[in-house]
């Protein structure tokens, strides 16, 4: 894994678009059609003026050669995947090439979908002068129906603990020692976020770092409910709790016992709730978003059951042309491979 992160030779001088920031910001992505090109264009001539941007672009070649002229001026790098990186995970495979250009310490990764604005930036930015990874808080903005819906999911994860943003900061020479990681899993900011805890890394989640994130389109919404389902795979007893909803209502309905239904969608809106209230989450979550809670958890629970049989009968979940079977690899895996990378080397996790 570290021959990943080999540094291509270093140019000249600085490329178009560098401002000489103490920050990067990589950006990785795939589009098969070009319909939010300038809303995207927008953003990055802002965002140029916070940091150093590099985009790793693995569009077909029209639009790759269309990106390079929208973006000339504005993005310090833009350039596809690195042909040596032979992973599932299209997007791993661009943070990876994206990793290898980096100048600075402190590095955003974020997906085309993320907004930042400069007050986020500097947060990220000083949070990581003593962490090595920070995982902020993605909102929708704005908010059709489906993007309510898809935010209650998001206030059960804040309910519990924390959310799994689109976007990391991460320290460069943590990554480099870590070896970047696993490029062929499903989920992989899981896998980043394990792979650092596995190196002995330490990981902040300030809950009121919100970072505004586009929301999907409707078919593409859809298109998610099952592989987003098979992600939990990576986490047992959160897919066992999701996979005994349905046996549990059918057996309140079966004893005709319809009020503990009640009760427990009740308690579903009340952890998200909860989840609403924390960090100041009123000001970009609505309410609405708590009252949709019942309605994502049966939604979840029966995407669980299809992407159990997707594991077991289809050997994965398609995606960009692959099954991918992994969702992601468990800390104590990833713990015992750092241990056998850091003996090799002579170097330990911390």
């Given amino acids: 894994m570290p021959s990943r992160l080999v540094r291509p030779p270093a140019s000249a001088g600085p490329g178009p678009g560098h401002v000489g920031a103490a920050l990067d910001y990589v950006l990785p992505l795939r589009w098969d059609h070009d319909a939010g090109l300038a809303e995207l264009t927008g953003y990055l001539r802002g965002l140029a003026r916070h940091a150093r941007i590099v985009v790793i672009d693995g569009s077909p070649s029209p639009l790759f050669e269309r990106h390079t002229r929208a973006w ?188 503990l239904i009640a009760v427990g969608a009740a308690m579903v809106v009340g952890l998200a709730e909860i989840g609403r209230r924390r960090a100041g989450g009123r000001r970009v979550f609505p309410a609405t978003s708590s009252l949709f809670a019942p309605v994502w958890v049966a939604e979840r629970a029966t995407c669980s059951w299809a992407a159990l049989a997707a594991r077991l009968l289809l050997g994965g979940v398609p995606y960009a042309g692959r099954r991918l079977r992994t969702a992601a690899h468990s800390t104590r895996r990833l713990r015992r491979r750092a241990l056998a990378v850091g003996t090799a080397s002579g170097r330990l996790p911390c």
């Avoid at 993005?75 to 299209?90: F, I, K, M, S």
């Avoid at 990874?133 to 998001?154: E, G, I, M, Y």
């Fill in 72 to 259: 000339r001026g504005v993005v310090a790098e833009h350039v596809r995947p690195d042909d040596d990186l032979r992973v599932a995970n299209g997007k791993v495979a661009g943070v990876l090439t994206g990793m290898r250009r980096v100048r600075g310490e402190h590095v955003v990764i974020a997906d085309d979908d993320v907004r930042y604005d400069a007050d986020a930036l500097a947060r990220v930015h000083a949070l990581l002068g003593h962490a090595d990874l920070v995982r902020p808080q993605n909102h929708f903005h704005p908010l059709p129906w489906h993007a309510r819906w898809d935010s209650a999911r998001t206030l059960l994860n804040r309910g519990l603990g924390a959310d799994y943003p689109g976007t990391f900061g991460v320290r460069r020479s943590t990554f480099e020692r870590m070896g970047g990681y696993d490029g062929d899993v499903l989920f992989e900011n899981l896998e980043l976020i394990r792979t650092v805890r596995a190196h002995g890394g330490r990981e902040v989640r300030p809950l009121d770092l919100y970072v505004r994130r586009l929301p999907p389109g409707t078919r593409r919404f859809w298109s998610q409910r099952v592989r987003q389902a098979y992600d939990d795979l990576a986490q047992p007893v959160r897919m066992a709790a999701f996979l005994a909803v349905l046996p549990s209502v059918g057996v309140a309905l079966w004893r005709r016992r319809p009020g």
